[in-house]
């Protein structure tokens, strides 16, 4: 019998979601990668079993919810459960842009995504965790989504607007705990990761992290011992652990 864990990370083709599947299939998970694109989906496979990795594409669309229903019956009839669902999926704009000019529509748009996907996967895929013995569920925040962070002057972000994106991670962040709380007896553990500013096309080239150090922190809590937290929102430390980011 297989002692391999099982995982699926949405958003997978590239970025951080990438580098997440594919650091969890050096730690001997099978990994599913869901992806919107079947082209780039598939692209993202073979480089990953180039790479050594179990990897599987699924069609995954977290806004549409027939693609999501169908990814769980995909999962359904190849795995008795899952053991770890990394909601890296993430949209974002309106970095320039001041809350009273932010369009509404651009708004919605990352709630439709950041917001209503993540619950939906989370909440169609959750039968499945709940068959894991020690289920993971690590969803992407971000430090912007930091309410904390946002009101302090002294921040790095204090200058940034990015209302929406914010918002959008905030709302996350509050689903984190809820969900958390829900699940508690469960064995599941649910915790928020903020992986830095990372190069990737979301984070843009300048960006100082690499995803190898992006991916670490949602890694790291999607592999949580029994003792381990939840409910938390967290980053990497300097060392192997990770650390409490701030609210
Ligand atoms: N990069 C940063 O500095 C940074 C900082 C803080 C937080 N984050 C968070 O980290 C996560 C990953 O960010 P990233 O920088 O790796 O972003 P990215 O390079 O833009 O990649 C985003 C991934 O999400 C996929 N995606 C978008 N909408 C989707 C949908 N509706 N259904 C399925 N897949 C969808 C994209 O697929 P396609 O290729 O098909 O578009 C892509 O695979 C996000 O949640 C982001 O908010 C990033």
Redesign the pocket.
């Known amino acids: 019998m297989t002692t391999k864990k099982i995982a699926l990370v949405?958003?997978?083709?590239?970025?951080?979601?990438r580098e997440i599947a594919r650091q969890l299939g050096k730690l001997d998970h099978t990994v599913w990668l869901?992806?919107?694109?079947e082209g780039?989906g598939r692209k993202a496979e073979e480089e990953l079993r180039a790479d050594g990795i179990d990897a599987h594409f699924v069609q995954?669309?977290?806004?549409d919810e027939a693609s999501v229903l169908a990814a769980v019956s995909a999962l359904d009839a190849r795995s008795s459960h899952l053991d770890v669902l990394v909601n890296?999926?993430?949209?974002?704009s309106g970095l320039q842009t001041q809350p009273s000019d932010e369009s509404v529509a651009d708004i919605q748009s990352m709630f439709e995504?950041?917001v209503f996907?993540t619950i939906r996967a989370t909440q169609a895929f959750l039968p499945l965790v709940r068959k894991s013995s020690a289920g993971r569920i690590v969803m992407?925040s971000?430090?912007l989504g930091s309410i904390a962070l946002t009101a302090d002057m002294k921040s790095p972000t204090w200058g940034l607007a990015a209302m929406g994106y914010s918002a959008s991670k905030a709302a996350l962040n509050m689903f984190t705990v809820k969900l958390a709380k829900e699940v508690l007896l469960d064995g599941i553990k649910v915790n928020a990761a903020?992986?830095?500013?990372?190069a990737?096309?979301?984070?843009g080239p300048a960006?100082p992290r690499t995803v190898e150090e992006?991916a670490r922190s949602a890694v790291r809590l999607a592999t949580l011992d029994w003792m381990g937290p939840t409910g938390g929102f967290y980053h990497d430390g300097e060392g192997p652990g990770i650390e409490p980011y701030g609210w």
């Open positions: 949405t958003g997978a083709n590239k970025g951080i979601g869901g992806c919107r694109d780039r995954l669309d977290i806004t890296n999926v993430g949209i974002g995504t950041n996907g992407l971000s430090g903020c992986p830095g500013s990372v990737t096309d979301m984070g960006a992006g």
